[in-house]
C-alpha cells in the first residue's frame, strides 16, 4: 500500500491487525503490522486497535507485549491516551500471571500522572488485585473513594469483593457483603451464586451452600458445572458421600460433562 493511499488504507489496516488479535489470537502478528505502518508507511492506525492489541496481549497473559503496545501509544508520534478499558486490561494481565502488585503499582502511577480516571470496571479489576495480596481490608477505602466520585457498583465488584473475603477465611463478612448487595437491590447472577456456593462449600458448610444453590434456581439463575462440583466436593469433605454421589448423578443427568 502506497503512501499517496495511507488515508483509504486505514481502514485496512485497523481491520487486519484487528483481524490477527481477535480472530486469529495472535496479537504478535498484529504488533509486528503495526509497527510496520508506523515506520514504513507513516499510516496511524486507530486507537482502538491499540487498545485490542493491549487486550489481547493480556488475556495471553503476555505483558511484554503489552506493555510494548501501550509505549507506542505514549510514543511522540502517537501520543493516544489510554483509557479504563486498556487499564483494566493491563490489570488484569498482571493479576493473571501472578504479579498484582504490578497490577496495583501500575494503577497508581496512572492515576498518579493525571493519565486515567478510573470507572468500577477498572475499579473491581483493582479488587482483585488488592485480594489477591491478601489486602482485602482495602477495599473499604476503595469504595470510600468510589462513593464521593459518584460510581454505582455493580454484581461483578461484589463478587470480586466476596471471593476476596473467602480467600482470607472470612465468612462472616463475605455474607455481609452479600447482604449489602441485595440491600442495594443488585441482582444476583451465575456467577455471584456460584462464588457464594463455592466459598461455604470449601470452608465446610455445604448445607449453607446448598441453601444458596436453591436460591440460585429460584431466582431463575442456571447452576453450571462449577457450581454443582463445589457441592459434590462440599459433600465429600463432609463425609457425606450419598450426598456428593446424588449431586455428581444430578450433573450426569443434566447432560453436563463431568471432566
Not at 488485585?129 to 491478601?134: E, F, P, Q, R, T
Amino acid at each position: 500500500m502506497e503512501k499517496s493511499s495511507k488515508v483509504s488504507g486505514f481502514g485496512v489496516w485497523d481491520s487486519l491487525i484487528r483481524g490477527f488479535c481477535v480472530n486469529n489470537k495472535d496479537p504478535e502478528k498484529g504488533l509486528s503490522i503495526l509497527k510496520d505502518c508506523l515506520r514504513n508507511y507513516d499510516i496511524l492506525p486507530s486507537s482502538f486497535t491499540f487498545c485490542s492489541l493491549i487486550h489481547s496481549f493480556s488475556s495471553k497473559r503476555n505483558m511484554s507485549g503489552a506493555i510494548e503496545v501501550l509505549e507506542l501509544m505514549k510514543d511522540e508520534k502517537v501520543r493516544y491516551p489510554f483509557n479504563n478499558f486498556v487499564c483494566s486490561s493491563i490489570i488484569s494481565g498482571f493479576c493473571k500471571i501472578g504479579k498484582p502488585e504490578l497490577a496495583i503499582g501500575f494503577f497508581e502511577n496512572a492515576v498518579k500522572v493525571g493519565a486515567l480516571r478510573p470507572n468500577v470496571v477498572t475499579y473491581t479489576t483493582l479488587v482483585s488485585a488488592l485480594c489477591m495480596l491478601g489486602r482485602v481490608s482495602e477495599v473499604c477505602d476503595l469504595v470510600c473513594r468510589m462513593e464521593k466520585e459518584g460510581l454505582a457498583f455493580d454484581v461483578v465488584f461484589y463478587s470480586n469483593w466476596i471471593c476476596g473475603y473467602y480467600r482470607e477465611g472470612m465468612l462472616m463478612e463475605a455474607l455481609q457483603k452479600h447482604g449489602e448487595m441485595v440491600e442495594k437491590g443488585i441482582n444476583l447472577d451465575m456467577v455471584s451464586y456460584t462464588v457464594l456456593v463455592d466459598g461455604f462449600s470449601k470452608e465446610g458448610n455445604v448445607e449453607k451452600a446448598v441453601g444458596f444453590l436453591h436460591k440460585m434456581i429460584e431466582n431463575g439463575s442456571r447452576p453450571n458445572l462449577v457450581t454443582y462440583t463445589s457441592i459434590v466436593l462440599g459433600f465429600c469433605q463432609k463425609g457425606k458421600m450419598d450426598e456428593a454421589f446424588a449431586a455428581f448423578k444430578m450433573v450426569e443427568d443434566m447432560g453436563m460433562e463431568s471432566g
